[in-house]
């Protein structure tokens, strides 16, 4: 089977910061897992001790902790500066980019309304910023049965689907006086989008590596999907099912921003010695 | 023949307020047509003596001055001022506005594209409050050919399409850091158009009455011809002819924003009667 990657796949410049400085603080604790992809948290257990702990009261006192990709909540932060100073900020700058501009943006008396997963926590960490209640939606419809300011500033989380994010700021400027776009999906995701997209018209099969977690791999997968029906969402190469790539000439691959290159390339391998 | 006539159509706010404000100074000069309808212009002149001139250097000292509605630049307003005290402001209050985020959008840093027709006399007089050049654009070709900052700030003129307004919105978002979007297209522009579109679709026949050169008019004009081809612009019911309506059975019509109903009831007496 004859593999082909997307041109812009893989890690980000968020998460391979946040890997080097794991890596220089061995025996450190992540609050919460620092990037979302299982195999590379578990690298980084066994090769430099640093574990995760979901729970930030059973931080112990003093302890070297590191702050996820993804960030935490402003209440977390002054929490965990109660219990420790030494703290490795590894947050992604694409996303301490929102979390300040809801804050500014609320101090101003904007309506804050954030494309985004509420569940997420990136997003969860850039709720917290801000000084009122934000609107978060996940689509234009849940907008649509929304009460919307006036005025308003909308934010992304930094891996959604631009599309999508233009169908809310139509919506918005139909309907509100004034609304500030900050265009907060980050650069990586984009290209890696375009990338997929541009991949999955070509190819007869498209195969996206990540976390099942990872926003940014679940919006590669729904992108290909749209373009090449055979798409299929996998963590590592024990998921590949010889099957799928029987009458199948070229195989897409791309991967999230979380997905390290040793786990592509056993994927890529595999794929290619059917 | 049966006519029917769009929902909203006709005299807007603006519009209805600078003619109250002319019929209530007689003798008085307007700086340019009050409105972009040569029949009520004339109307004012024989029953009120308001009179046209375009030209700010033949205005005599302390003359009666009525402003435009669509405004003008603020430096003509300075050599107004100059001349004489006696001022009527009859921009229209939708007009003042882009003007108002055009000054203050620019003293703050931001990029300034305004949608529209820069030899519209709106615009010029938007564009003259602009601390710095501004990109005037009618398309998104045009926009695409263009160097755009990082940070800009969106307006539109108030009588344009808020479909093309859209687009180009989309363009910076994608394009840009921050985007601040001011939706100035006016809710009467909004209104007609959205019913001409509506109203557009259900006849056999449309017929736009306005004035040519008037921005309003020519968008119904654009937008009723997309959903059904027959589709005339006319000032007047002198150039209606007869053989448009042969074999059709529903005449729509709409008008621009400063078409008066007595010119717009001659034109519907005239088909009813076909």
Redesign the interface.
Known sequence: MQVKLAKSYGFCFGVRRAIKLAENKPNGITLGPLIHNAKEINRLKDKFNVVVNENIQEIPKDAEVIIRTHGITKEDLQKLKEKTKNITDATCPFVTKPQEICEKMSNEGYGIIIFGDEKHPEVKGVMSYCKTIPLVVESLEALKKAKIPDKVALISQTTKN?EL??EI??FL??H????????TICNATFDNQESARNLAKEVDIMVIVGGKNSSNTKQLYNISKEYCEDCYLIEDFQELHREWFKGKKLCGVSAGASTPNWIINEVVETIQKY
Chains 1, 2 share one sequence.
Request: proline share 0%; hydrophobic share 45%.
């Open positions: 631009i994010f233009l700021a139509d400027i139909r509100c006086s004034e609304c500030r776009v900050f265009n």
